[in-house]
């Protein structure tokens, strides 16, 4: 079980908030196969200021996602504070404010990542976002901006401020701001946080592609939980999977050719819902790529996939691959 303020999931992990993928078509197929929280990707606070654009978000959650948490980022504690109110009265359930984005556009305007050089406004926003809002609120951070103690120096700072706020839960992505996603992950320095907060929920992220690393980190950290993202890409599949390790069962089997193909379909009209045809196309490509991992032509379906430029092209390359559609 897992803890985030008054909200209880029944398995230590849920998907992380991934920009430009966990839109409502990624939340609902994790939804249906085990996720018991998903996220939106990272949102403009300043969105919600503008009430005829906020008004027409299609990423407002809807019942077939389950429960939904919304990832707001910006730099004025005033705006995140007035945004996640309007996010949570649309129906999102948990707001998770990101101090982790390593985008060279996002950290030029002082948001994301770069409030890891700015522990003052970090801890503004914290309590400001947390006053506004009933619902449970955590934090995605990295481990500091870069890896000089000055910035590991801040980095704790906000880890200290945070949970003298009352946050929630502080996700902790094992790399610097500055290291993007190179290299992997320290889950050490994660483990060092849970260990100096030892009453605070410590949510672990980085490197989660199967279902044995998720629960052998969870087991081995000394974590609360962890949240799972690049795994999930094109692999709904992770979470039941993961369920049945931690409950001490057999992994099932992966699935086989056909239901891989029927939930890619499924994910694709979902897209296609909001999109025009070339639009989602080219936007779904980046998930096709993810579904054909665990093809045992891999190399040859994503030419395939890649190469399609109408929903006639993805559907034959599909039927060809996957027998359906």
């Not at 700072?157 to 839960?169: F, H, L, M, N, P």
């Not at 049945?244 to 699935?255: C, H, I, N, V």
Request: hydrophobic share 40%.
């Amino acid at each position: 079980m897992l803890k985030l303020g008054n909200i209880s999931l029944d398995v230590p992990f849920y998907q992380a908030p991934l920009s430009g993928y966990t839109d409502r078509a990624m939340r609902v197929l994790a939804h249906k196969y085990g996720a018991p929280l998903t996220y939106t990707g990272v949102i403009l606070a300043k969105i919600a200021l503008h009430k005829k654009a906020f008004n027409r978000l299609y990423f407002q959650p809807t019942v077939d996602e389950g429960l939904v948490g919304a990832q707001i980022l910006g730099e004025d504690p005033d705006i995140m504070a007035k945004a996640a109110a309007a996010f949570v009265n649309v129906g999102f359930g948990l707001i998770d404010l990101n101090f982790a984005c390593p985008a060279p556009k996002v950290l030029r305007r002082h948001s994301g990542g770069y409030l890891l050089k700015e522990p003052e406004t970090a801890i503004k926003i914290i309590r400001s976002v947390r006053n506004s809002v009933s619902c449970p609120v955590t934090i995605k951070l990295r481990a500091g901006f870069d890896k000089s103690q000055e910035s590991m120096d801040k980095f704790w700072q906000i880890c200290q401020g945070a949970v003298a706020e009352g946050i929630d839960a502080l996700i902790v992505h094992g790399r610097s701001v500055k290291e993007l996603y190179r290299d992997k992950g320290d889950w050490e320095i994660i483990s060092e946080v849970k260990h100096r907060f030892p009453q605070a929920t410590i949510i672990g992220s980085g490197d989660l592609m199967d279902a044995e690393t998720i629960v052998k980190r969870i087991k081995t950290c000394g974590l609360d939980g962890v949240i799972i993202a690049r795994g999930a890409i094109g692999n709904p599949w992770i979470f039941n999977e993961t369920r049945a390790l931690w409950d001490g069962r057999p992994k099932p089997e992966r699935p086989d050719l056909t239901e891989q193909g029927e939930v890619f379909l499924t994910h694709y009209e979902m897209i296609a819902e909001t999109r025009s045809m070339l639009k989602s196309i080219r936007y779904f490509r980046k998930f096709s790529v993810g579904y054909c991992r665990h093809h045992p032509q891999r190399k040859m379906i994503q030419a395939d996939l890649i190469a399609a430029r109408s929903r006639d092209d993805l559907y034959t390359a599909v039927k060809k691959w996957f027998g359906v559609g």
